[in-house]
């Protein structure tokens, strides 16, 4: 079993940074089949669709980021604490919401995903989320 837990959220002004982490905690399974998931960030504004802002597919290491966020957003991971960081930098209005940590089983990469147009589809574990606010 795989579970999330998101933290870091808060309120910064326009232009600001903020760092997201997701705790990936592993139980009942072999630890190391954790390199066969894929991590992803998403967000959801008030009366917006759900998004994703970023991914990682630990199969390859790769990581997807779509055009919004590219430049300004980057993941990162400490696999000492099974922790992925979101350094979210630059930050404006539209980037508000609540973000959450998701993950999915996955034996393949980005480049696969991509192919498939299937990026961030199919993650089926979530945590709670997380409350980012940006002010001008």
């Known amino acids: 079993q795989v579970s999330l837990v998101e933290s870091g959220g808060g309120a910064v002004q326009s232009g600001g940074s903020l760092r997201l982490s997701c705790e990936v905690s592993?139980?009942?399974?072999?630890?190391?089949?954790?390199?066969?998931?894929?991590i992803a960030w998403f967000r959801q504004a008030p009366d917006m669709e759900r998004e994703g802002v970023a991914c990682?597919?630990?199969?390859?290491?790769?990581?997807y980021y779509p055009e919004s966020v590219k430049g300004r957003f980057i993941l990162s991971r400490d696999d000492t604490k099974n922790i992925v960081f979101l350094q979210m930098d630059d930050l404006k209005a539209d980037d508000a919401g609540a973000y959450y940590c998701a993950a999915r089983w996955a034996a393949w990469g980005v480049e696969t995903a991509m192919r498939l147009n299937a990026v961030f589809d199919g993650f089926d574990i979530w945590g709670r989320g997380v409350q980012v606010t940006v002010s001008s």
């Open positions: 990682l597919y630990r199969y390859d290491n790769s990581t």
């Open positions: 592993i139980s009942g399974i072999d630890p190391t089949a954790i390199d066969r998931y894929a």
